[in-house]
């Protein structure tokens, strides 16, 4: 399971309208929220402000943490956030928090209007690479990674920004990236998953072992 803390927002342009029904009036046009009992009305109210640990809303957090943990039930609470949020492509930005660090250490950032955000709760197995044509804009103490095949782009701060410095001169297991980082390498683990699922990166497959 991720060790580090998910965190959800709503970008600045969506506005929640309530016309007979929830709505949300974003950059890409007016959407409309079918199920709009009271937990999805308090989630999407909440992302409005900022992000937010959707574990903290009253009638999520035994759902929410049970999809941390592996719990993939489709009626479930969250399975049924998580539907709104992906109806909204283009308008989630997902962050994280790592243990230790205070404040969100990365950000998940829609650029288009077909961008749906999706990551599994449990850390990534294998050698993580870049996407061809992936690019970094280093700016000091954060850096922001992006292509021209990804939905999203992902902004990094400190600490993590150096493992985006890091991936650019070439992938590896997550335990070889941290041997290198001043990150652990759950960790590693956590940011690669987020790299991931935002379409910037790839995890192969590791070799089987040798036989003698």
Known sequence: MLTGRPLWSLTADVELKDDGGLV??????DIRIDD?????RNSLRRMTLGPVRLENVPGLEDAYLGWRTGDRRPDCAWS???RVLDKLTGCVVASLELPDVEGAVLAVVPISSRAVFRIRPDPPVGSVALVSGCELEDYGDQCMMSAESAHHRVDLLAPVAELGRRLMRGGGTA??????LPLDERAVADVASYLVGAGLATVGRLPDPVSR
Do not use: Q
């Not at 709009?36 to 999805?40: A, G, Q």
């Open 24 to 29: 949300a009036c974003t950059r890409w046009g």
């Open 36 to 40: 709009d009992r009271e937990v999805i």
């Open 80 to 82: 049924a956030v998580r």
């Open 175 to 180: 335990r070889d990236l941290a041997d290198a």
